[in-house]
């Protein structure tokens, strides 16, 4: 009795050991049994979470499926616009399993790569949509940097700024168009739901970059050509404003000199005449005395006059006596 009940204990601690089974923390398992899902009583697959749990020994087998976030990046693609024109669009997808049990069934036994296939078709079938209904320049731009971007779109100034707010605007219109697109069938179909999407890179091919460049030089040129013609006809304006101003104060000023100049005289004047009615001998005096020095401070000290001038009066008698 006692060598049975070794054997006995060994086959039980074996069946025990084999219906133990541990889900990794990040993961979730799926129990097969007889080459199906283990349901509840709902007809829900059962989900086991981590931890440690049983299974029917010999006739359950389990998976693990991954439960995180993973990101489908693969290579860029070439779509095609509405002007029939080529772009190479390179983007990913962040995904996790919702469904675990349609997961299961519809990857072929929860085969990643066969699940990142069939997400990878049905994003690029939208994504083709929505590239084929709009223009290159509705979707090409340069690097994105929302960081420099201001909160407010109305203290966008210069039309450069508001191009680019409309370029990502609708790039972010297409991003969201092709998120809302796929959710719906790979949460059906795969049982996955896509947590983002994101165009990384939009190149052109090099057959058609040149001819795109130079139309938006061309663009930029005659944006510039034409702040160009405004900053001229700014300084026109100011030039022309300048100058009438200058004219306006050297004409005042001119005025105020003249009126100035005129006071002076007429003060002048008055002096003069009020000094001859006091003294007229005086005044004559002084008179005669600047007329010498004018005339005898030139560079010839001749003159030709009768000595007995009115001229001379002051030189031949101290009182002017003729």
Not at 17 to 25: A, D, K, N, T
Not at 221 to 233: D, I, T, Y
Request: hydrophobic share 40%.
């Amino acid at each position: 009795m006692r060598k049975l009940m070794i054997p006995v204990l060994v086959v039980a601690l074996v069946l025990m050991l084999m219906s133990l089974f541990v889900i990794p923390e990040g993961e979730r398992g799926i129990v097969i049994r007889f080459g199906r899902v283990l349901k509840d009583n709902n007809e829900i697959a059962r989900i086991y979470e981590p931890g440690l749990h049983f299974k029917m020994p010999l006739f359950d087998r389990v998976n693990t499926l991954d439960a995180r976030i993973q990101t489908m990046d693969g290579r860029a693609d070439r779509f095609v616009t509405s002007e029939k024109k080529d772009v190479i669009i390179d983007s990913y997808v962040k995904w996790r399993i919702e469904d675990f049990g349609q997961y299961y069934l519809a990857t072929g036994g929860g085969n990643a790569a066969t699940a990142q296939t069939l997400l990878s078709r049905k994003v690029t079938d939208v994504l083709r949509s929505e590239i084929g209904a709009r223009e290159i320049k509705q979707i090409v731009s340069g690097p994105r940097n929302t960081d420099i971007l201001p909160d407010d779109e109305a203290e966008v100034t210069t039309e450069a700024a508001k191009e680019a707010l409309e370029i990502d605007g609708e790039r972010d219109i297409i991003m969201k168009n092709v998120l809302n697109g796929t959710r719906k069938d790979a949460m059906e179909d795969l049982g996955i739901h896509i947590v983002d999407f994101r165009m990384k890179k939009i190149n052109l091919p090099d057959s058609i970059s040149k001819s795109i460049y130079d139309r938006m030089r061309a663009e930029r040129e005659s944006v510039a050509r034409q702040f160009r013609s405004q900053g001229r006809e700014q300084a026109e304006v100011i030039r022309a404003q300048a100058e009438l101003e200058v004219a306006t104060i050297l004409a005042e000023a001119d005025k105020t000199a003249r009126v100035t100049r005129g006071d002076a005289d007429a003060e002048a004047a008055k002096i003069y005449a009020d000094a001859y009615n006091k003294d007229p001998e005086f005044f004559s005096f002084i008179r005669s005395l600047r007329a010498y020095e004018k005339s005898f401070s030139e560079k010839s000290d001749i003159l030709v006059l009768d000595p007995n001038s009115e001229f001379f009066q002051y030189m031949n008698d101290a009182k002017g006596a003729q």
